[in-house]
């Protein structure tokens, strides 16, 4: 019998006292063992208190054990990585462990808790992949259905007539894909590659992450430019017709804006003749400016270079435009035979994908010209 259950059946006989001693009319007697009762109420709420932190920190205890048991895991598997790119002898454990590259060059695949450490890299510079639409795929190439936003059909009342509905039937078209590798070599030391530590590891993913993030911005802003031409605008009003007239109003309603330093440099001084300026503060996040409502995602001029001395701006549904085809997995391979002369072991780290535009009416594509002298209304 536990703590608690014995002491709730000797509440119980104490509770039946007190009516006894009531129905004799002993109150004083009654008075007394009332104190018992209440002083036996509070053992049982501290009791099942304590019961309970007893109860928590076992589970405690159970999480935490499952916790160093799976981190034991992914070091080990982490570090049967490492010994797999320096070159030490595998242990038939280890060597299960390891997954080889399919790449004809050789290597290895990044093991999820390595390449958690790149993307979590990755997210401390800007990137464009964040606006766009994410397709992860196994395969290396395909295609990939879309439905264009003008082409959206109204839903089929199945119930009714059916007469018509191939001319309800949505228009879809294919986005065809193929996956490329885009990878960085860098240059280390036969000494530092040996490193225990496996900090060679992370100097290699902080190299390749500033590279990744300036590859794939390059290739979405490619994507973006593609078959289109520029409206130029140079008012406030051309500016508010860009969300009021150029694009579907279902688009504007939730479109992004994304411009270079030069163009929200731009947007930042212009001014009504009332002299309010056209960007607001974001109140959600003080960090940001809004144009028209609508948040101002801003690259610097290198990545987002101007257009014959004009600053570009995109307005739309980015993540409808833009389809990004992401293999999902990191590739490292070692060549000692390349750096051989200068006693040095070029490590090559890879990511492959590819991006697609998949909706060009989606969103427009506009230059900023100079401003006129007079300000807009």
Do not use: C, W
């Not at 054990?65 to 070091?75: F, I, S």
């Not at 295609?143 to 009714?160: A, H, I, Q, R, Y």
């Not at 994507?223 to 289109?228: F, H, S, W």
């Not at 070692?334 to 070029?346: D, M, P, V, Y």
Request: without cysteine.
């Amino acid at each position: 019998m536990d703590k608690v259950q014995e002491l709730r059946q000797l509440l119980a006989s104490t509770k039946e006292e007190v009516r006894g001693f009531l129905g004799e009319d002993k109150v004083t007697d009654a008075e007394t063992k009332m104190e018992e009762v209440r002083s036996l109420e509070k053992k049982i709420e501290l009791q099942v208190e304590l019961d309970k932190e007893e109860e928590r920190q076992i589970v405690d205890k159970i999480n935490n054990e499952k916790r160093d048991n799976k981190g034991a895991d992914k070091v080990e598997e982490r570090q049967a990585f490492i010994n797999a790119i320096r070159g030490v002898k595998l242990s038939d454990e280890e060597r299960a462990l390891v997954v080889t590259s399919p790449d004809e060059d050789g290597g290895y695949l990044v093991p999820k808790t390595v390449s958690t450490t790149i993307e979590e890299l990755k997210r401390s510079y800007k990137s464009a992949k964040e606006l766009v639409d994410v397709v992860p795929t196994s395969t290396k190439s395909g295609s990939f259905p879309v439905e264009k936003g003008g082409n959206v059909t109204e839903l089929v009342n199945f119930d009714e007539d059916n007469d018509g509905l191939a001319e309800q039937a949505p228009k879809f078209t294919n986005v065809e894909y193929s996956v490329a590798a885009y990878g960085a070599i860098t240059p280390m030391s036969n000494a530092f590659l040996q490193d225990e530590a496996g900090n060679f590891m992370n100097y290699l993913n902080r190299n390749f992450a500033k590279k990744a993030i300036k590859t794939e911005n390059a290739k979405i802003f490619a994507a973006l430019k593609q078959g289109k031409t520029a409206k130029s605008v140079s008012t406030i009003k051309d500016i508010k017709a860009l969300f009021n007239k150029e694009l579907d109003a279902a688009i504007a309603e939730n479109a992004t804006v994304v411009t270079n330093q030069t163009g929200f440099q731009y947007l930042d001084a212009m001014e009504d003749k009332n002299g309010r300026g056209l960007l607001q503060d974001n109140p959600a996040n003080p960090t940001q400016k809004l144009l028209q409502g609508r948040v101002v995602h801003v690259f610097n001029d290198a990545e987002l270079p101007n257009v014959s001395g004009k600053a570009p701006i995109y307005v739309g549904s980015i993540v409808e435009a833009i389809k990004f085809f992401d293999r999902g997995v990191y590739e490292v391979a070692i060549s000692k035979e390349a750096g051989f002369t200068k006693h040095q072991t070029l490590a090559k780290v890879v990511e492959r994908f590819d991006v697609k535009q998949s909706d060009v009416d989606a969103y427009v594509y506009a230059t900023l010209a100079e401003p006129k002298e007079t300000p807009e209304a």
